[in-house]
């Protein structure tokens, strides 16, 4: 039988998806933050700030690179800015945990980041080959050395910012696979997240499913609201995947250990 040209033949018999976003779940901050550090006085004038409507951050973050690169900073900059971000605590556990088992979870990265932040520190943390695709908005420098991002795509979520929902990306990212697979469902879909973008994905998961908030981070409180039975005055709908909260890596993998083995 001919194996798919689409995806390598040997990566297809996982029995486990694990989708991770990055910003505070992967690195222990903001990549937009750290970034920021790079600017003259590390900081943004008060003009650029008072320019952010809710719900555009895309835009806004347009504008902060547009002005990082008219301060001067150069790619080299930015780039040693996010290298220095530290992982989350625990998260160094938890990818070698997934080292260790990567023919039972198959790792994507699910974030309203951009391509040129995650790439960047996933490669200096090692980590790049732990994952089968990153799902972000693509980025590339202009000629005149400025960050260039676009949205990732569009979609019609009333939730979700107009260039990403993450429900949309898993949504699309199972079917495809299921095909790929030949017809094989994973076994279980685990979400590891902290932003209120990853609400949205939590609530396309199936009872058998696992999500992983961190605990007390935004993704943690709308998942308890929904988890009460939300849904009906506008809520974001009842959540029906388990729910795991983590403080460290650690917390995952201790979960991800039990599935290994009841399955
Ligand atoms: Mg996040
Ligand atoms: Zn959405």
């Known amino acids: 039988m001919a194996a798919p040209t689409t995806a390598p033949a040997t990566s297809n018999g996982n029995r486990f998806l694990i989708l991770f976003d990055f910003d505070e779940t992967i690195i222990a901050e903001n990549s937009d933050d750290a970034v920021v550090r790079a600017a003259p006085g590390q900081r943004l004038p008060d003009w650029l700030m008072a320019l952010y409507r809710e719900g555009h951050y895309n835009e806004h973050m347009q504008r902060v690179l547009a002005y990082l690169a008219?301060?001067?900073?150069?790619e080299d900059a930015i780039r040693a800015a996010l290298e220095k971000i530290p992982p989350t605590p625990g998260?160094?556990?938890?990818?070698?945990?997934?080292?260790?088992?990567?023919?039972?979870?198959?790792?994507?990265?699910v974030s309203d980041a951009n391509a040129?932040?995650?790439?960047?520190?996933?490669?200096?943390?090692g980590a790049r080959p732990l994952f089968r695709q990153v799902f972000t908005n693509p980025a590339g420098f202009d000629g005149a050395g400025r960050l260039v991002l676009r949205p990732f795509h569009a979609h019609s979520c009333a939730r979700c910012p107009d260039n990403m929902c993450k429900q949309v990306i898993l949504r699309e990212?199972?079917?495809?696979?299921?095909?790929?697979?030949?017809?094989?469902?994973?076994q279980q879909v685990l979400y590891v997240g902290d932003g209120a973008n990853d609400v949205c994905p939590s609530l396309a998961l199936g009872p058998?499913?696992?999500?992983?908030?961190?605990?007390?981070?935004?993704?943690?409180?709308?998942?308890?609201?929904?988890a009460g039975g939300g849904g009906a005055g506008g809520g974001p709908g009842p959540?029906?995947?388990?729910?795991?909260?983590?403080?460290?890596?650690?917390?995952?993998?201790?979960?991800?250990?039990?599935l290994v083995k009841e399955r």
């Open 239 to 258: 959540l029906k995947a388990q729910m795991v909260p983590w403080s460290s890596g650690e917390d995952v993998v201790a979960c991800l250990q039990t």
């Open 116 to 125: 040129y932040f995650i790439e960047t520190w996933l490669r200096r943390f």
């Open 173 to 186: 990212y199972l079917a495809r696979r299921l095909e790929e697979r030949g017809g094989r469902a994973f």
């Open 70 to 74: 008219e301060q001067g900073v150069a």
């Open 91 to 109: 998260l160094a556990a938890l990818f070698h945990f997934l080292r260790a088992h990567e023919h039972d979870y198959e790792a994507v990265v």
């Open 208 to 226: 058998g499913d696992v999500v992983f908030p961190r605990r007390d981070f935004p993704m943690h409180r709308l998942l308890e609201a929904a």
